[in-house]
C-alpha cells in the first residue's frame, strides 16, 4: 500500500483519537506517533491496514490516558500548596491540559475584566479564601465576595467584553500549570499586573 492511500486514513485516525483523548489537538499528535510507527515496520506481513492502524492509534491513546493519569497521582502525592488555607482537589483524570485550559482561559479573558478574573481564577480554580484574596489584591473580603458574584454571572452571559491578548493568554496557561503544580507566584503576579 502506498503513503498515499496510508494517509487517507489520517481523518477517520483523528475522529478515533479525539473519541478517546478529547482534545483534537493531542490527537493529532497520537495519529502523527501513529504514522510514524507505520514507518518503522514491515508493512508487506499487515494484512488489514485499517484495522492495524486503529489499533496502533488506540494503543498510543490509552498509554497517552495512563500516563496522564500517573501524572494526576503523583501531584497529589507531592503537591506542597503556598497558602496554608488553599483546598484544591481538580480531576485532571482525562483531561489534556494544553488544550482544555486554554478553551476554558480563553473564555475568561473575553468576559472578565482583570480584576474579576483574578478573584475568579484564584477563587473558583485554585480554592482560595476570601482572606487570601484580600492580602493578594489589597481589597476588603466583602469587594472581592461581589466581584466573584459579578464574574460568575459575565461568565454565564453569551456576549464577550474583551478582546483577547495571545501572548498573556500563552503566558497565563504556563503560570496555570505551574500554579496546579503548587507554584503560585507567576500566576498572582500574572493577574495582577492588569489590576488599574
Not at 497529589?76 to 496554608?84: G, M, T
Request: some cysteine; glycine content about 2%; hydrophobic content about 35%.
Amino acid at each position: 500500500m502506498s503513503q498515499t492511500e496510508v494517509l487517507s486514513y489520517r481523518p477517520f485516525l483523528i475522529a478515533v483519537a479525539t473519541n478517546l483523548v478529547g482534545c483534537r489537538s493531542t490527537a493529532e499528535d497520537m495519529v502523527q506517533e501513529t504514522f510514524f510507527s507505520w514507518l518503522k515496520v514491515d508493512t508487506s506481513k499487515i494484512q488489514d491496514v485499517k484495522s492495524y492502524l486503529t489499533r496502533t492509534v488506540t494503543n498510543k491513546c490509552l498509554n497517552y490516558l495512563k500516563s496522564l493519569k500517573q501524572k494526576k497521582e503523583d501531584w497529589i502525592e507531592n503537591v506542597q500548596p503556598s497558602f496554608s488555607s488553599l483546598s484544591i482537589n481538580p480531576d485532571f483524570s482525562n483531561l489534556d491540559l494544553k488544550c482544555e485550559v486554554t478553551h476554558a482561559l480563553s473564555e475568561v479573558f473575553k468576559k472578565l475584566a482583570p480584576t474579576e478574573r483574578a478573584v475568579f481564577v484564584l477563587k473558583e480554580l485554585f480554592n482560595f479564601d476570601y482572606s487570601d484574596l484580600t492580602s493578594i489584591l489589597d481589597k476588603k473580603a466583602d469587594n472581592c465576595r461581589q466581584i466573584f458574584s459579578r464574574a460568575q454571572l459575565r461568565l454565564s452571559e453569551e456576549k464577550d467584553r474583551f478582546h483577547i491578548d495571545v501572548d498573556k493568554l500563552k503566558k497565563t496557561v504556563v503560570d496555570f500549570k505551574n500554579a496546579t503544580l503548587g507554584e503560585f507566584s507567576g500566576l498572582i503576579e500574572n493577574l495582577k499586573s492588569d489590576i488599574k
